[in-house]
């Protein structure tokens, strides 16, 4: 078998690995949900995210469940708890949880420039991920905190291929979710077209307007397609459920 052949088969084993490790917590914790009075596993959150999919279900607002004061896309997440099985949304969110490994993955694998670095380095650095248990407690919890974490790395990794108008929806779009990824805004906008050379060399002021100017094309359409993108969501959601989502 070669080397690359290798390195497939344990890329898969290695997820596949994580993703068994989810499934059996999910069944763990239906089983001491259901057989013990005195400690529960789920997130309580979780049973509201089902509790306010039921009410979309019936054509209603997620914001008629109480306690509800997340973006309605949360209850549409859970709306297989509905549809399919009760446990189905901890499903997706593991699911998810390991489309995070993947595009962990690739980051890390186009930054680390020789072979011997990846054999051993992607492997650790995605484990920091996938093998975190406070990662995946909380998304065998039923938390979707996760996929804030999936949102910001989707835009970083379009951020490094220059992919700025998909790197702005999917930042728009965390954002969206819930607020507090707005903090890696001027992270964002500052690496954009900013020299490299120079914050290797320790200068990163200067590396933020070396080859363009403060306010350049990249960065502008980033932020105009985040903006739009945050914006977009709430005047729709707002044009759907009025004050309540306010």
Not at 109 to 118: A, G, H, P, W
């Amino acid at each position: 078998m070669s080397e690359k052949s290798c390195c497939s088969l344990s890329k898969f084993v290695y997820f596949a690995a994580a993703l068994a490790l989810r499934f059996a917590l999910i069944y763990i914790a239906d089983y001491v949900d259901n057989n013990t009075e005195t400690f529960s596993y789920t997130d309580v959150d979780y049973e509201v995210f089902t509790d306010a999919a039921k009410h979309v279900a019936g054509n209603g607002s997620p914001y008629a469940r109480h306690t509800y004061r997340y973006t309605p896309l949360a209850a549409y997440i859970c709306l297989v708890n509905i549809w399919v099985h009760p446990l189905a949304g901890k499903v997706v969110f593991c699911l998810l949880d390991i489309l995070m490994g993947l595009i962990y993955w690739t980051l890390v694998d186009s930054q680390l420039k020789t072979t011997k670095q990846k054999t051993c380095g992607i492997f650790c650095f995605v484990s920091l991920w996938l093998f975190n248990p406070v990662t995946f407690v909380m998304s065998t919890r039923g938390s979707n905190d996760n996929i804030i974490a999936l949102l910001v790395f989707i835009s970083l990794f379009l951020l490094l291929k220059r992919q700025y108008v998909l790197a702005g929806f999917f930042y728009g779009l965390s954002v969206h979710f819930k607020i507090y990824p707005i903090i890696y805004c001027f992270v964002f906008y500052f690496y954009i077209d900013c020299d490299r050379a120079m914050i290797r060399q320790g200068k990163p002021l200067q590396a933020i307007t070396s080859q363009y100017h403060f306010f350049s094309r990249n960065r502008l359409v980033f932020t105009i397609v985040s903006a739009s993108t945050f914006i977009g969501f709430t005047a729709l959601f707002y044009h759907i459920y009025g004050e309540e989502f306010l």
